[in-house]
């Protein structure tokens, strides 16, 4: 391997110095500092086990934490880590080297995880491993295209419109779903791999070509979004859908990619190898794909990458899981294809108030930094939706859910320059280096009369201008070029649909079309212009900021929520109750609190009454079931009020509250364990109800350590 990365770099080298005319001194020091340190990077000393892919070998190495007999366990993809594995290579080396034949019985071994152990260190052992090195691997050493411009376009519908308009990129879906044939024993159209004949359908493969054949031809670099969609039609006994997903279920279709059987991994690898060997050929005789997205708004998965009703560490591990074998794929056969993560603007709010349906950017984030990295770093990407906190206003500027913090709870194009701030901590570098981040889905809505095309387009001329001013972003892709009219009344087109049957009729132009097409223009700032006062802006300097608010500890705490009863406020039984509703608590610059308002009667006890399961055991030994809650009187103006919690009968909580009086309290529920109990949450007005805003936020059930 060392002597083909000298080979390499030797090549690099002359390269370099024959473009010395046109390359500055400068770059020509960075290449050399780069050569220089590469060899440390291929086996990090951060890590004592790392292996490497040869075009017939698997190559495993590991430091001095390893002594006596070591032995390399061999894991299948699909099957979680248990069992014994397959020995693979057992012995004593001096050397701190072992190499397999990458081939066996028709399978790629780069398709494997591996566990190191040893009989002298048998705490040194640690996660399985993957292949994270290929570059003694002869792959395609053409780089996707460097895009002249950020300025891009999400479906775009009039190739001749979108020249006018001046993009230089753009994304393409691509359902695997639709491309894979699977029901046809001799499909017209098949490709093969590792030795199966996988069949496609035809269509969908002649029209992604003419899809990518038409952008490469209009000089757009394309990002693929790849999507498995699920409908109620899918068999689901199909290798594509995930066993936590029931397509009866799915609520719009995009679904997680199904690594959890041999079988869905293998057509998911297969799938993804098409691609690659289709769409990265350097004749671009089918189009071209610049890099990939895996699924869709991953956090927010109930909708946009459904994989049923679970929780966010189901998530993230699964998704984690398909982020790596499109990196194995990728990274063996391109030396430089990114892959991006799909993330929506909900950073460190909850994407649903439901755990199972939705969680945040940041745990999303943290999640799969921690999976990839303890498993072998790679280089992932983001590909963000910076919409604005209300899809409906392009007003973002006056986003109060973007504050300019690490732990803000949205991060829309007010607060954009928070995103690379983030990724540049050293947790989240990628061999030292910094994520790319590419906007592949947002846009502004134009609101019906009055000022609402001015808005929309002075909503993407502050946008650009802050893009700009941002080098860790690639691309800007907007969404939408044209209004699609079943997209729940938003309407970001730059143009208006035409108002006829075809969903895909382009209409008229709207303001924002010569805002767009001024955009990276000597124009710009002409065109730009009527933009400043209605951004609340004199010019166009300082667009970002360069310092934010002191952040709080990020980190989400793993959930351990047994039952919410906010979100099962319908399910209650409610007495002598003035006014019961769900509320949100806190002001909108912080993550809020969901909550139960249960306004009292003048006279009489208020009552809500659900009927719960406390359970018997906890995730562990060291885990117990506590009922939690604040109870907050929120208005100033009250005179006071009672409130009472009962547990199967018997009184744990009483207390009278003054106005704007907030009550945190844990009550241990290890009495109750294994029971069917009435928990009872009580107000009392003591005469007066006025102003007696009685609430009960975050009130769980939860399990708390010992």
Not at 107 to 136: C, G, H, L, M, W
């Amino acid at each position: 391997m060392e002597e083909h990365f000298l080979k390499w770099a030797g090549w690099k080298f002359s390269v370099a110095l024959r473009r010395l005319s046109r390359n500055s001194f400068l770059n020509l020091l960075g290449l050399v500092a780069a050569l220089v340190s590469a060899p440390q990077n291929l086996f990090s000393a951060e890590t004592s086990f790392q292996i490497a892919a040869a075009q017939d070998e698997i190559v495993f190495r590991w430091n001095h934490s390893m002594t006596g007999v070591v032995t390399i366990r061999e894991y299948p993809l699909a099957e979680a880590l248990g069992g014994d594995g397959s020995v693979v290579w057992s012995g004593l080396d001096a050397n701190k080297e072992a190499r397999v034949a990458r081939f066996h019985d028709g399978a790629d071994r780069i398709f494997s995880k591996y566990q190191i152990t040893s009989d002298a260190s048998p705490s040194a052992a640690n996660e399985p491993q993957f292949v994270t090195d290929f570059s003694a691997l002869p792959r395609r050493t053409r780089p996707p295209e460097r895009s002249r411009s950020k300025k891009g376009i999400a479906c775009l519908l009039d190739p001749a419109d979108g020249v006018d308009l001046g993009f230089a990129q753009a994304n393409q879906n691509i359902d695997i779903a639709a491309l894979l044939d699977l029901q046809n024993s001799s499909p017209q159209t098949s490709f093969e791999y590792q030795g199966r004949r996988i069949g496609l359908h035809s269509g969908a493969v002649q029209h992604l070509d003419k899809a990518l054949r038409e952008a490469f031809q209009s000089g757009l670099r394309v990002t693929g979004i790849l999507l498995n969609n699920v409908s109620k039609r899918t068999p689901p006994n199909s290798p594509l859908v995930h066993p936590f997903t029931n397509p009866l279920l799915v609520p719009i279709g995009p679904s997680a990619f199904n690594t959890a059987t041999a079988e869905g991994v293998f057509y998911y690898r297969a799938v993804l190898s098409w691609l690659l060997e289709r769409y990265t050929r350097e004749d671009a005789q089918f189009g071209q794909l610049a890099g990939l997205v895996i699924g869709n708004e991953m956090q927010s998965h109930w909708s946009w990458y459904h994989l049923g009703l679970v929780e966010p560490a189901v998530v993230i591990k699964e998704y984690s899981a398909a982020l790596r074998i499109a990196d194995l794929v990728t990274r063996s056969a391109h030396w430089d294809f990114p892959l991006y993560i799909s993330l929506d603007h909900h950073w460190r709010a909850p994407a649903s108030e439901e755990s199972g349906k939705g969680f945040s950017a940041v745990e999303a984030l943290e999640g799969i930094n921690e999976i990839v990295k303890s498993g072998g770093d790679f280089p992932w990407n983001v590909a963000f939706h910076p919409y604005p906190e209300n899809l409906m206003d392009p007003q973002f500027w006056m986003d109060r859910s973007a504050p300019f913090r690490f732990d803000a709870p949205k991060i829309t194009f007010h607060n954009l320059e928070v995103l690379p701030a983030f990724l540049k901590q050293p947790r989240f570098l990628a061999q030292g280096r910094v994520r790319r981040i590419a906007l592949t889905e947002q846009g502004f809505h134009c609101p019906k009369g009055g000022r609402g095309e001015e808005l929309q387009a002075a909503a993407y001329a502050l946008a650009w201008k802050k893009i700009q001013a941002l080098p860790e972003i690639e691309a800007f892709l907007y969404h939408r070029h044209v209004d699609h009219p079943h997209e729940y009344g938003l309407s970001c087109g730059i143009r208006e649909h035409d108002g006829s049957s075809n969903v895909l009729g382009v209409g008229r132009k709207r303001k924002i079309w010569e805002v767009v097409r001024g955009a990276g223009s000597p124009e710009e700032d002409a065109v730009f212009a009527f933009a400043l006062p209605m951004v609340g802006r004199t010019d166009w300097e300082n667009v970002v900021r360069l310092e934010f608010d002191p952040p709080r500890d990020l980190k989400p705490a793993a959930s351990k929520v047994i039952y919410d009863f906010a979100l099962h406020l319908k399910k209650a039984r409610a007495e002598n109750i003035q006014a019961l509703e769900k509320q949100k608590i806190g002001p909108p610059e912080e993550v809020q609190e969901t909550a139960i308002l249960e306004h009292p009667k003048a006279r009489g006890r208020g009552l809500l009454s659900f009927t719960v399961e406390i359970p018997a055991h906890g995730h562990g030994d060291k885990e117990y079931p506590v009922l939690k809650f604040d109870a907050l009187l929120n208005n100033k103006n009250s005179f006071g009020a009672g409130f009472y919690v009962s547990i199967a009968g018997r009184d744990v909580f009483s207390k009278v509250l003054r106005g704007e009086e907030r009550v945190p309290q844990v009550i241990d529920l290890r009495q109750w364990q294994g029971q069917v109990v009435d928990v009872v949450f009580g107000v009392d007005a003591n005469g007066d109800p006025a102003y007696d805003w009685a609430v009960w936020v975050s009130p769980t059930l939860q399990f708390q350590a010992l």
